[in-house]
């Protein structure tokens, strides 16, 4: 009896250590993500094609972190068969890679369009917003996954808060540019370059929101992605 | 033992209605969302705005099917523990339901540019574009659901290949309109709608090709993700 209460112990704590190294690896893949968004901004800015370049090529790299995490996700269920919280976490990890994966992709689109402007010339307009809304939506993704660390659900509500901001703030942006369009049309293609980068940032905030919302399932076990955030803020201080 | 033979059956009976229920619903799911891409095309090209809002109000209705088929989903994984191949089949209609999900986002948006539209007044060009990609990533969604059902990876294969041309379709079609924007920058807010519309439909294609590498993982056990289109084809005809 003894021995074996000594094996699921080891067991148990086998397993936790397992689940505490997917989890690990799902954050050091999200913390190259932000920066691959840092980096894809800044080279769009300064006109730095090269930098560009490195972005897209890092993106594969992001990409088969993602094959192998989920891999491990996919190991775990198979062998561990979690429960409960245990099952809520590796469900939650799973899904919060597939939206590291896509902010990769949309740093990447980033990217293209930082090398398309260095070749065709400035935009005439839209970088200040490019800088203010992608370091508000790099800020969201930083957050969402320092609530995945701690799994503090309010955190994760702030971050979900935040994508309406966002939203707002992309809104504007691409309205103001398209006036400038019409009055310019000139330049309408480098323009169209940054609506399209704008465009990626707003689904940054998305996925960052997506990301939230996988930390408050994992803590509170209920699903709350299409929840407005009145509901969404009552679920989460609902103790 | 006779006894408990016949009671491993009948679970592995029930077990399996289960499964057959959970993939039955995706594909319930995936016929309403690519029912919710049709009518957005239509609302827009015939600028009808009522049936662009019907479009927005029932993709409430598949996100709570989107929800209902990830708890079941967690329920066979938590109760049934699967392992080997229905296990890859509980993770990849999990998959599947979010690029489901993702289709019927999409349809929404296209939905308001239709209503915006048909507010603004038409756009001089782009709508001959949105029929024919349209109808090409319909056909898509409509492949990578009925490969799913059969199980089929060829047509999944051939799901992925078409995302190339609708790609190449897209680039097209958005570059001739910017163009015109250039020369008549009076209707550049319309044009920007079919833009939006155009690039709505360019997802949509990912998100089949998505559903069609899920049919891929679940019957040949291997992420084709990240694959090209060439190491796709070696792995469907590794036999």
Known sequence: MIDKDVHSHHISQQFNAELDTV???MLEMG??????VRDAITALIEGDSQSA???KVNDNHINSMEVS???ECTRILARRQPAASDLRLVIAISKAVIDLERIGDEAGK???QAIQLSESGESPRGYKEIRHIGNHVGFMVRDALDAFARFDVDMALAVAKEDKLVDEEYGTAVRSIITFMMEDPRTISQMMNVIWALRSLERVGDHARNIAEHV??????RDVRHFGIKEMTAEVNDK
């Open 23 to 25: 989890k690990t690896h």
């Open 31 to 36: 913390g190259l993500v932000e920066q691959q």
């Open 53 to 55: 370049e490195t972005v």
């Open 69 to 71: 995490i989920d891999e």
């Open 110 to 112: 980033i990217a293209t």
């Open 216 to 221: 408050i399932y994992l803590v509170k076990g």
